[in-house]
């Protein structure tokens, strides 16, 4: 029983040491590792299955969507199948830069009605505080939020905004309706 009530102390010193050196070390080092690889990254949020991918830019992504999906990727709400091939609709294209451009974050569907209802997203973390400008497709509106969950201060309902003012590299969700 005294050898326990020894080695406890030590055991709990040991293992609050391992946990300072997690905090201090290791866990900043790969936080800033992941944080540098996805400034640069485009991604892609499929509204059908509920899940994003990132890619090194826009035109890997947009290769990889059809490659994917088999389907064609296309921001024409008139667009029809031709020979069968499935249409992937964009929704909406957020920019890290104002006016467009170059990296995006890009929210697809395959249904044609998408905005005849609104949905409410969060960004994904590569792309949390990131967007600048914005484009809707698909005839919706889109609005970005400050806050998650569409809260706080946001942009107006716009189809396409190339600014974001007050809410340019602050956004956290966004309504597309
Ligand atoms: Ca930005």
Do not use: K
């Not at 326990?4 to 997690?22: M, Q």
């Not at 892609?44 to 035109?59: I, K, L, R, S």
């Not at 809707?136 to 905004?161: I, K, M």
Request: hydrophobic share 40%; aromatic share 10%; glycine share 8%.
């Amino acid at each position: 029983m005294s050898r326990n009530r020894i080695r406890r102390p030590a055991l709990v010193l040991a293992a609050l040491t391992a946990s300072l050196l997690l905090v201090l070390g290791v866990a900043p080092a790969r936080a800033a590792v992941a944080e540098e690889s996805a400034a640069s990254q485009s991604c892609w949020f499929d509204t059908d299955t509920d899940t994003a991918q990132c890619f090194a830019d826009t035109p890997t992504m947009n290769a990889a969507i059809e490659a994917q999906t088999g389907g064609q990727l296309v921001t024409d709400a008139n667009a029809r199948p031709a020979g069968g091939v499935l249409m992937i609709y964009t929704v909406a294209r957020f920019y890290d830069g104002v006016n467009y451009g170059p990296a995006s974050f890009i929210v697809t569907t395959t249904s044609a009605t998408y905005c005849t209802s609104s949905h409410t997203l969060n960004f994904t973390p590569a792309w949390d505080d990131r967007a600048s400008s914005y484009q809707s497709y698909l005839g919706c509106q889109t609005s970005v939020w400050v806050g998650y969950g569409g809260t706080g201060a946001s942009t107006p309902f716009a189809t396409n905004d190339p600014i974001m003012s007050g809410v340019s590299n602050v956004g956290s969700s966004y309504t597309i309706t």
